[in-house]
């Protein structure tokens, strides 16, 4: 019972360790949503834009708010790209 418990324990730290690796890694899909939103990030919020998410939730019938939100980010506010690093222009002024 303790060998099985020690080799789970080994298994599992693996396991975090590769994901933790593979979630900093360039071009996830996680890392797209970040600088999605990083790139609004100044946008200040307007009636407009809650009057456009509400009317996307109540077409949908009450689902998807997160996609109706990023929608109405998209649509009125416009992307910053000074907002902001860009990893591979960093790269490119080390090397």
């Known amino acids: 019972m303790n060998q099985i418990l020690k080799y789970s ?7 975090c360790t590769l994901g933790t690796d593979m979630a900093w890694a ?18 200040a ?25 990023n929608e109405a980010l998209d649509q009125f506010c416009p992307a910053d790209e000074n907002a902001i690093p860009h990893p591979a222009a960093e790269m490119e002024k080390k090397g």
């Open 45 to 69: 919020w307007t009636e407009e834009m809650g009057k456009a998410i509400y009317e996307c939730v109540k077409r949908n019938d009450g689902f998807n708010a997160h996609w109706c939100h």
């Open 26 to 43: 360039e071009g996830t899909p996680t890392n797209g949503r970040e600088r999605f939103f990083l790139k609004r990030q100044n946008c």
């Open 9 to 15: 324990l080994l298994v599992l730290t693996a396991v």
